[in-house]
């Protein structure tokens, strides 16, 4: 009997040994596919696109100049207030892709679950392009300031009581242009 417990705590192990190797070997190859993916030149998927799954729902990604992603919001898929902020030079760009959904007669059609947001100074950071049915939003930097980027969603404030579910302003991201 004592034998026969060595045994099955002998292969225990080493299936946990298989196990996370096996499981490391997955990460490690994820986050090389996610590297890839974003530094290929020719890809057949958007630019916003992070193959995988997740339980994380985030609102927006976005990018500056083409670069590496950065997320927006928490993964319960609200805005945070205060917003991320980036500092631009002039002449660069930011993209912003917002998380979309279902919809449709059988949910075909992909729509954005908040609207693309809008500049709150187009003087300084000015929109370019709306894209993907309204879901990803290009701006280039012209001037010199300070702009927040809004739009109408669920906006989480921390430290404070909830206030009633519905829309409001919330700003996405907040952007310095420096010369």
Known sequence: MGMRRRWVALWAGVAVAVIAG???GLVIATRHSVASSQHSVASSQPWWYVPG?????IAAVYRVDHGSLQRLGDCAGDLLLPPPSVTLHVGQEVD????????GYNGSTLVPVFPAPTSSRPDILSQTSLTGGGSTVSFEALSPGKAE?????????PYSSPTASQLETCPVLAVTVVP
């Open 22 to 24: 096996t499981v490391t």
């Open 53 to 57: 799954v997740s339980s994380c729902g």
């Open 96 to 103: 912003v892709h917002m998380a979309e959904e279902s919809s």
């Open 149 to 157: 980027l809004e739009t109408q969603a669920f906006c989480f404030r």
